[in-house]
């Protein structure tokens, strides 16, 4: 039994550094290892988006293959009102890595602001299968598809 709880305990913090690392999916490096992303973070959370679209436009362009870099400039996209860049970004994020739960939820945020609820639920769904603890995209999607069945009856 105590071996049981060893092992639960040790996924359980796997999971929250793995979460608190900045990235949203499998491997690769995380958004806190690369200067480029974090000061892209950091012009999001002052949600400056020209900054952070700015940061991140040459750094996709020179690192096509990052999936958290994709992730963050459609989520600056979608905050600028750009839907149609914002899902081109997030659908290149997810070819490249399916298991990005931030690519999902902010996708499934995106499908709602255009009114697209079952695109929305479909990423609820596939959030539901990577996060087998729980896990704050999800936990974020589905209040944020409570929200819009609220208000859209």
């Known amino acids: 039994m105590h071996k049981i709880s060893g092992i639960l305990l040790a996924a359980s913090l796997f999971a929250g550094l793995a979460q608190a690392s900045g990235g949203g999916g499998g491997g690769g490096s995380t958004v806190a290892e690369v200067p480029e992303l974090v000061a892209a973070q950091g012009a999001i959370d002052k949600s400056d988006w020209d ?10 362009a020179g690192h096509p293959r990052s999936a958290d870099g994709l992730n963050l400039l459609g989520y600056a996209s979608r905050k600028q009102g750009k839907l ?14 399916p298991k990005h739960r931030g690519a999902h939820e902010y996708i499934g945020e995106a499908y709602l602001m255009a009114g697209d609820l079952a695109h929305a639920e ?4 596939a959030l539901d299968k990577l996060c087998w603890l729980p896990c704050e995209e999800y936990d974020d999607l589905k209040a944020a598809i409570a929200d819009y069945r609220a208000k859209h009856p």
């Open 51 to 60: 900054a952070a679209i700015g940061i991140l436009t040459p750094y996709v």
């Open 122 to 125: 479909q990423h609820l769904a």
């Open 84 to 97: 149609d860049n914002a899902f081109r970004y997030y659908e290149q994020a997810l070819t490249i890595d």
